[in-house]
């Protein structure tokens, strides 16, 4: 079973640059793909950006393409969501997510993912 934890979120002024990191444990961490999520006060978890298992495969919300950059780094076990040009609507609750996959597709639904961290807090102030 693996286990995901998400670090890395602040305060941030609009504008701002943040980056978030995922540490994977307890699992085969090339066998899964990742994605990150979000979900802001009251309003449904969104798809934010997935990497496939060999990073050749990354889509992007249209809110966040552009200025946030997913990657991967299979030997350290971790997925990271590089942010820039932050805005206050990016605020939200920040979820990293897997899902073990024989291919090297990519996700952006949220049921078809399996394991899912605690999430890590991003505010961006205007």
């Known amino acids: 079973q693996v286990q995901l934890v998400e670090s890395g979120g602040r305060l941030v002024q609009a504008g701002g640059s943040l980056r978030l990191s995922c540490a994977a444990s307890g699992g085969t961490f090339s066998s899964y793909v990742m994605g990150w999520f979000r979900q802001a006060p009251g309003k449904e978890r969104e798809f934010v950006a997935a990497?496939?298992?060999?990073?050749?495969?990354?889509p992007y919300a249209d809110s966040v393409k552009g200025r946030f950059t997913i990657s991967r780094d299979n030997a350290k076990n971790t997925v990271y969501l590089q942010m820039s040009s932050l805005k206050p609507e990016d605020t939200a609750v920040y979820y990293c997510?897997?899902?073990?996959?024989?291919?090297?597709?990519?996700?952006?639904?949220?049921?078809?993912?399996?394991?899912w961290g605690q999430g890590t807090q991003v505010t961006v102030s205007s």
């Open positions: 990497i496939s298992r060999s990073g050749g495969r990354i």
């Open positions: 997510a897997a899902r073990t996959t024989n291919s090297d597709a990519v996700y952006a639904t949220i049921r078809l993912y399996d394991h």
